[in-house]
Structures are given as structure tokens and as C-alpha cells.
């Protein structure tokens, strides 16, 4: 009985720091795409989830960076990679690229990108708000 416990206690914790491991691996990811937003105070970017969390790959999330302070990071739900064009936009009150708005003073995201369906990592991926607007 006790090796038992033992050897699923084992195994939980094995998952359990695989699943850390690749979603480190997935937050620290490079981006596909890069670019500065139109008005220069941030980076936008596209990061592709790839291995054990996106087996299948195809999804992707929006990384907006503060240039003045790096270490300001919001991150949108994931997205299907193919559903978004980075031509980015920005006014005083938000920036984003087709589809996915980030509001920069209540930094939340707003998503409108047609047939989007919720996921349950994004949990994990998604470190803001965010609103989905039907479209499609």
C-alpha cells in the first residue's frame, strides 16, 4: 500500500513538473512576429505554442511588452495562429493587431476574432482580462 502511494505520489509530481517545464517554456518562448507599435512605447508580438501543451501546434497568444519597464508583459488568451494579422494599430487609449485590442489603461484584452472558442489553458497563458466580442 505505502509503495503504492509512494509511486503515484511520484508520478504526480513527475507530471506536474513536465507541465511546469513546458509552460515555462512556452511564457519565455520567441515570437514568430515583432514589431514595435505605431506610437514606439511597446512590443507587440505573436508567440506560437508548440509541444506538449499545443501537441498539434496552431495556437498562438499576443505578447505586449512595455518598452519603458520589460518586465510589464500582458499576455491575450490563445488564438488560433492563422485567425490573426499582426498589422498593428494604436490611439492614445489602445493598441493591437486585427481582431485583439489591448486597452493600455485598463490592460485588459478585447477579442474579436470570428469563431474563437475558449480553452481551458488559458488558465495559464492569459495573465489579463479579457472580453470576447462575438464576430462570426
Known amino acids: ?13 513527475a507530471l ?10 512556452a511564457l519565455s518562448a520567441p515570437p514568430s512576429v515583432s514589431q514595435v507599435s505605431p506610437q514606439g512605447g511597446h512590443l507587440i508580438e505573436s508567440v506560437p505554442v508548440q509541444g506538449l501543451l499545443a501537441p498539434g501546434g ?12 520589460r518586465s510589464t508583459i500582458f499576455r491575450s488568451p490563445l488564438f488560433a495562429t492563422r485567425s490573426v494579422d499582426m498589422r498593428a494599430s494604436e490611439d492614445s487609449q489602445s493598441l493591437g493587431v486585427t481582431w485583439i485590442a489591448f486597452d493600455k489603461r485598463t490592460q485588459d484584452f ?7 472558442r475558449p480553452d481551458w489553458r488559458n488558465l495559464f497563458f492569459s495573465n489579463t482580462p479579457y472580453e470576447v466580442v462575438p464576430n462570426g
Open 16 to 25: 506536474a513538473l513536465l507541465f511546469g517545464w513546458s509552460l515555462n517554456d
Open 110 to 116: 478585447t477579442l474579436s476574432i470570428p469563431q474563437w
Open 58 to 69: 496552431g495556437l498562438s497568444y499576443l505578447r505586449i511588452v512595455d518598452r519603458a519597464d
Open 1 to 13: 500500500m505505502n509503495k503504492t502511494i509512494l509511486a503515484v505520489c511520484s508520478l504526480l509530481a
